[in-house]
């Protein structure tokens, strides 16, 4: 059975063994935020909007400046594989 784990940073690692960590993700995360976002054909106004989050947060993540963690991950995850699905999903602002 693997053992991962979820750093702070964002990261996924397997523990070895022997106890030192491997990462499993070597993707940068500003470049694929930008590439999850590009790829929708969004700006980054539309596609904070689209997924509910302030475009500061959109423009600090494609910057290197913070990493999306937890649940903001998951989503970009979703976006990437199926996007007509995830942003069906969300549907329109209330």
Do not use: Y
Request: charge should be positive.
């Amino acid at each position: 059975m693997m053992r991962v784990r979820l750093k702070a940073d964002g990261r996924i690692v397997e523990i070895a063994p022997d106890g030192s960590e491997v990462t499993l993700e070597h993707r940068d995360p500003a470049a694929f935020v930008r590439q999850v976002r590009t790829r929708c054909g969004l700006t980054q106004a539309a596609f904070a909007e689209k997924i509910e989050v302030p475009i500061e947060t959109v423009r600090n993540w494609e910057q290197g400046k913070r990493n999306p963690r937890g649940p903001a991950r998951a989503l970009l995850k979703l976006i990437d594989k199926a996007p007509e699905a995830a942003f069906a999903a969300l549907g329109g602002r209330r």
